[in-house]
C-alpha cells in the first residue's frame, strides 16, 4: 500500500543539476524520517541524505554534503533531491526510502523503484 515513485532523473553533463523528486502515497509522509539511497556498480548502495518528519534536521553522506541538498513539502506529500555540481562518481539509480518512524536512525521500510542518474559527457 505504500509508494514511492521517484521522477527527475536523467541524462546530465559534468558540472550540472539534477531535481529529483518522490511522491508518497499510502501513509501519513508527514510522520516519518525520509531519505535518498544511491545504487551503483562501483559503490553498491549508499545512503546519502535524510530529512526528518518536519524538514527541520537534515543529513548527508560526507561526499554529498554541500552539493545536494534533500527537502520536503509534507502538503505535498514529496520529497525532493537537488543536485548540483554533479560528476561522474554520482552516477547509479537513486531511490527514494521510507523511515519505519520519525527518528534517523530507524530502519528504511519502503523503496521507491529507483531512478537512474547518469553523469556523463
Known amino acids: 500500500e505504500v509508494q514511492l515513485a521517484e521522477s527527475g532523473g536523467g541524462l546530465v553533463q559534468p558540472g550540472g543539476s539534477l531535481r529529483l523528486s518522490c511522491a508518497a502515497s499510502?501513509?501519513?509522509?508527514?510522520?516519518?524520517?525520509m531519505n535518498w539511497v544511491r545504487q551503483s556498480p562501483g559503490k553498491g548502495l549508499e545512503w546519502i541524505a535524510g530529512?526528518?518528519?518536519?524538514?527541520?534536521?537534515?543529513l548527508y553522506v560526507d561526499s554529498v554534503k554541500g552539493r545536494f541538498t534533500i527537502s520536503r513539502d509534507n502538503a505535498m506529500n514529496t520529497m525532493y533531491l537537488q543536485m548540483n555540481s554533479l560528476n561522474p562518481e554520482d552516477s547509479a539509480v537513486y531511490y527514494c526510502?521510507?523511515?519505519?518512524?520519525?527518528?534517523?536512525?530507524?530502519?528504511?521500510?519502503?523503496w521507491g523503484q529507483g531512478i537512474l542518474v547518469t553523469v556523463s559527457s
Open positions: 526510502t521510507k523511515g519505519a518512524g520519525s527518528n534517523w536512525r530507524d530502519a528504511l521500510d519502503a
Open positions: 499510502g501513509f501519513t509522509f508527514g510522520n516519518y524520517y
Open positions: 530529512i526528518s518528519s518536519s524538514g527541520g534536521s537534515l
